[in-house]
């Protein structure tokens, strides 16, 4: 009897401490997964992707002057604009030396593009050679081309790098990129999701001043991760007239009924709220 009591105390006792190890597992499984998804979106290893016009299609990224500390593409801009007359290029005043240093690039598009050597020197200086370019049904690793920007009184203004031949056939059109390359799931069943998120900006719309007609399209995910988009494509070629005046990219944390968060979201101002 005191054997069999024994044995059932022992078996007893590792069962305790096979839970045990379970749910430590378990935590560390869900802590990894945390670190994984803030060093995923929090690195600025995200950058949104536009065809900027029909012959121009590259990498974005937005520069501001709203007093709040400056990025390191913020900085290079600033110094190479002025040191560039970079903005006397955009106004057409040819300045001693200003024309020589940077010049247009492209105009066919809403914003009208600039190459400076300086900007594109010291921006390759910061970025990486490739990035993974990933569209609206797959992806390519794609090599940076030129550097330019585009400057405007009233719409945004950014950094971008080029790229040339990526596959629309394909990959479809291109929404995003990082340096790393993400495992995404390109699924078909996406209404619920996009639903959700639309019901979560329009009980925010009262807050916002300028908005246009366009609703984001999920076209992939990582688990509870949701990649998105809101654009028509059409705006490259001003000459169609296109109603979305702030094209944009979002990646949303949404599990079952809880809140949605959004874990990264850019868009661009082509209508020119600052001049309104």
């Given at each position: ?65 709203d007093g709040q500390k400056q990025t390191n593409f ?143 399209k999920v076209f992939a995910n990582i688990g509870s ?52």
């Amino acid at each position: 009897m005191k054997k069999v009591l024994c044995l059932f105390l022992i078996l007893g006792l590792i069962s305790c401490v096979k839970d045990v190890k379970s749910e430590v597992k378990g935590v560390k499984v869900e802590e990894k997964r945390k670190q994984e998804d803030i060093g995923l979106f929090d690195k600025g290893d995200i950058f949104s992707v536009y065809t900027l016009s029909k012959k121009t299609t590259a990498i974005v990224v937005e520069v501001f002057y709203d007093g709040q500390k400056q990025t390191n593409f913020e900085n290079i801009f600033e110094h190479v604009a002025l040191k560039d007359s970079l903005y006397e290029v955009f106004d057409g005043r040819n300045s001693k030396g200003g024309i020589k240093k940077s010049q247009y690039f492209d105009t066919l598009g809403v914003v009208k593009l600039i190459k400076s050597k300086l900007l594109e020197t010291e921006i390759k200086k910061i970025i990486k050679d490739k990035y993974y370019i990933y569209g609206t049904r797959g992806f390519s690793e794609m090599n940076v081309g030129e550097i330019v920007c585009g400057i405007d009184q009233c719409k945004s203004n950014f950094i971008a790098f080029t790229i040339r031949d990526f596959d629309t056939v394909k990959n479809g059109k291109p929404i995003f990129c990082s340096s790393k390359l993400l495992k995404l799931n390109y699924g078909k069943k996406y209404s619920l999701i996009e639903k959700k998120i639309k019901r979560f900006y329009d009980s925010k719309r009262i807050e916002y001043d300028y908005t246009d007609n366009m609703n984001e399209k999920v076209f992939a995910n990582i688990g509870s991760m949701y990649f998105s988009y809101s654009d028509d494509f059409q705006w490259c070629n001003p000459s169609i007239g296109s109603k979305c005046l702030y094209p944009g990219r979002g990646i949303y944390k949404i599990k079952n009924d809880k809140a949605i968060e959004v874990i990264w979201s850019q868009s661009l101002d082509l209508f020119g709220i600052p001049c309104d």
